[in-house]
């Protein structure tokens, strides 16, 4: 996908505002309302309760087909203008609904509804958000095929085809492409709560990813004030596991506070590996290591995170001279595969190694400033920079000190270039 190509249709095509029908359904509903100057009570009389109505307006819940027909007809909206991609639309917001509260059984059963159903614009979206919210390998070719229909889609249908985008390639790491279509895709004027949400929610996420912290917070409380509307308590933690983890190595009491708060027993699996690693890591950078040591060992071996608990435990090691334990972990390390995910580990897990040695500073010029700078890894070139900097001004090598720093500026830059063009 070239991004540039990206901006010159979807600029295109709200320019053109080539679809008319109405956007998502709720939003849809409360403007024409409104256009008529008409109540709630109004509109709900002999259908609904007015909370109910409520609910629909604000995308709370995916509303029965009667509901809607009933509403329509009151609105003295014309059949033949909704009947055609009604039920369509229901699709894609139960996908949307089933993403934003992380309901697997939705969007599998919504899938299953609908996987049979070919050459609908609409129901290619629903797959596309089916197959990214899965991880699977069907996502590339239906992100590159809707890029050629952007023109074809209203404002709700762009905006969520953006949104998953945007989450394909987060998935490949490339976090610069990632915020370019988030920040496109925030410049579509639609009132849908859920989806400002979670753009607001991936914003803060790659924003923390490239260094952009300060121009982060209100995308972070943006997203956690409709979690907490909604009573979304799987996003409002998961985000919350996030920031603590952003924020583990700068301020580790700051992580360790926010992490007190949260209740484990509300946390899957994964969120709860996810927890310990966190805590571990903040316990480490406040020298509480017996602590930390506890935390590694409540993550399965099976989990996600075993590589970075076992590097981190190495680390340990080596702050206490147990030389019988590390070479036991290095064996560990050494035979572990990681995947494409976790290499940027794998180099830092290298980089450690290579401290002990002369060759520390090559292995970070040739090696890991240039692999974190491939990846989008703000963090670790930050880290990398900064020791290859104080090894080359150790050894009175200002000019090249000087080098390194200006190749992290120019990183940093194309990223403010992207924020503020």
Known sequence: MSISSLKNKVNKRVKNSSRNDFQDIG???????????????????????????????????VPKEFYIREIMEKLDVDKEFFEKDLNDSLYLSK????????????????????????????????????????????????????????????????????????????????????????????????TNDSLTAMYSEYTYLVKQRLLKKNCSSDDYESAQGIYSRFHNIKRSIVLALWKSYYISNENPDGALDLLIMMKTSLLDEFSKDFYYLIKAQALYKTKCFNESILCLNNIRE?????????????????IENDTEMCNSINNILKSYKPDKHQLKYKVYYHYLLEQQKDSVKEYLRDIAIPYSI???????????TNE??????????????????????????????????
């Open 27 to 61: 939003g849809y509903i409360k403007k024409k309302r409104k256009e008529l100057n008409v109540t709630q009570d109004i509109v709900s009389s002999g259908i609904c309760s007015v909370s109910y109505l409520s609910k629909i307006e604000n995308n709370q819940i």
């Open 95 to 190: 996908m949307l609904q089933g993403m934003f509260y992380l309901d697997d059984d939705l969007i599998e059963s919504s899938y299953n509804e609908i996987k049979d159903i070919k050459h609908n614009l609409t129901i290619n979206i629903c797959k596309l958000a089916y197959y990214i919210y899965f991880g699977k390998t069907d996502d590339n070719q239906y992100v590159m095929m809707l890029e050629n229909l952007v023109n074809n889609m209203n404002d709700f249908e762009l905006k969520i085809y953006l949104l998953l985008a945007s989450l394909y390639y987060i998935s490949l790491e490339k976090f610069k492409i990632t915020l370019e279509i988030l920040l496109i895709g925030n410049k579509i004027d639609i």
């Open 302 to 318: 099976n989990s996600t995170f075993f590589y970075q608990k076992t590097i981190l435990l190495y680390e340990i090691c080596l």
């Open 374 to 384: 491939k990846i989008n890894d703000f963090y670790g070139l930050e880290k990398y």
């Open 388 to 421: 290859i900097m104080e090894i080359c001004i150790i050894n009175s090598r200002y000019k090249e000190a000087i080098q390194h720093y200006k190749r992290w500026q120019k990183e940093k830059n194309r990223i403010s270039k992207v924020l503020f063009e």
